[in-house]
């Protein structure tokens, strides 16, 4: 059965992450790099067969190219994806940014006019704005869905203490933040109070940027083009003996089920309890191959429990 949002707009297990559609994420410094258009147009086509109906964006990812080209994509081929997009970034160097609601309404309808749809299905902060009261971000956000143009709202990036203040300010439906293997910090924060409140959790980074594919082994050249050659700042941590260790554990688990990696690392969370989606972002249509490994491994309790002792 697929989740549903508080607002009733239901969510799949797993999504088709866009960020790197003509840059990487929303760095302007990436602005013209990552997929080309006709790569992404071939990712998401791929996706598209496999059965990921739901494209998650920002208005700031690529400079705008992301959310231009899905809009592309859609009157190229009639498909109509259900959409996530996400402001707070500039779109670039010289642009505002931020969660006022002057430029949430501006910025909704430059995405809108970009994607060529008429609503967004879901409307994400993409991070949090200190200089701006949540309560009036949220209002704004509530006020675009009496208008029609978004379905339902959430958060990103939020972590407990400022999910805690959103919510007794206002009721957003979904948080999406980093979680992996490799990143399990919400578990004892943000995860229990999105189940104890009712509230969407949707993973990004659910490869931890690469790190649980196996592409990067101890003493080993760093493969080209990959992020930690081009934004390793997130990641770096990641270098040390103890997770070299455990993924070799996760490449045994893997192999003993006839599976990838990065299949068993996908198929821990969506058989995580407190894991309501996945946004996953390939750089080739290959990529999605793990996908279909996790849908169809179906981790039992016990089984997951035992992935996860892999890394703790």
Not at 156 to 162: C, I, L, M, V
Not at 258 to 266: H, K, N, R
Not at 274 to 294: C, D, K, N, Y
Request: net charge negative; with cysteine; glycine share 12%.
């Amino acid at each position: 059965m697929i989740p549903a949002l508080s607002s009733g707009v239901q969510i799949p297990p797993v999504v088709l992450g866009c960020g790197n559609f003509g840059g990487i994420g929303s760095a302007p410094a990436f602005f013209g790099k990552g997929e080309t258009k006709e790569q992404a147009f071939a990712l998401m086509d791929s996706a598209w067969e496999l059965g990921l109906d739901w494209f998650d964006t920002a208005d700031a990812y690529g400079g705008g190219r992301s959310e231009a080209w899905i809009g592309e994509w859609i009157a190229a081929t009639g498909n109509r994806p259900r959409i996530t997009t996400k402001t707070f970034n500039p779109m670039d160097d010289g642009a505002d940014s931020g969660l006022a609601p002057e430029r949430i309404r501006r910025q909704v309808d430059s995405s809108l006019g970009r994607l060529g749809i008429d609503a967004v299905d879901l409307y994400l902060a993409h991070e949090p704005d200190f200089t701006t009261p949540i309560g009036e971000t949220l209002g704004a956000f509530e006020e675009l869905v009496t208008a029609g143009k978004i379905n339902a709202y959430g958060l990103s990036n939020f972590g407990a203490e400022d999910l805690w203040h959103a919510l007794a300010a206002g009721s957003p439906g979904l948080v999406q933040n980093s979680f992996s293997l490799l990143h399990r910090w919400d578990e004892t924060g943000v995860i229990p109070i999105c189940e104890a409140r009712g509230v969407a959790y949707q993973v990004f980074g659910p490869l931890a940027g690469g790190w649980l594919t196996g592409k990067y082994r101890q003493g080993a050249p760093l493969p080209e083009g990959s992020r930690m050659t081009m934004r390793p700042e997130p990641y770096e941590r990641f270098d040390t003996e103890p997770v070299y260790r455990s993924l070799d554990a996760l490449e045994s688990a893997a192999t003993a089920r006839g599976v990838s990696m990065a299949g068993l690392a996908l198929a821990w969370l969506l058989s995580h309890p407190g894991v309501t989606s996945i946004v996953v972002g390939p750089r080739t249509a290959q990529h999605l191959e793990p996908v279909r490994e996790a849908l169809a491994a179906g981790l039992s309790p016990q089984e997951h429990e035992e992935v996860g002792s892999l890394f703790t």
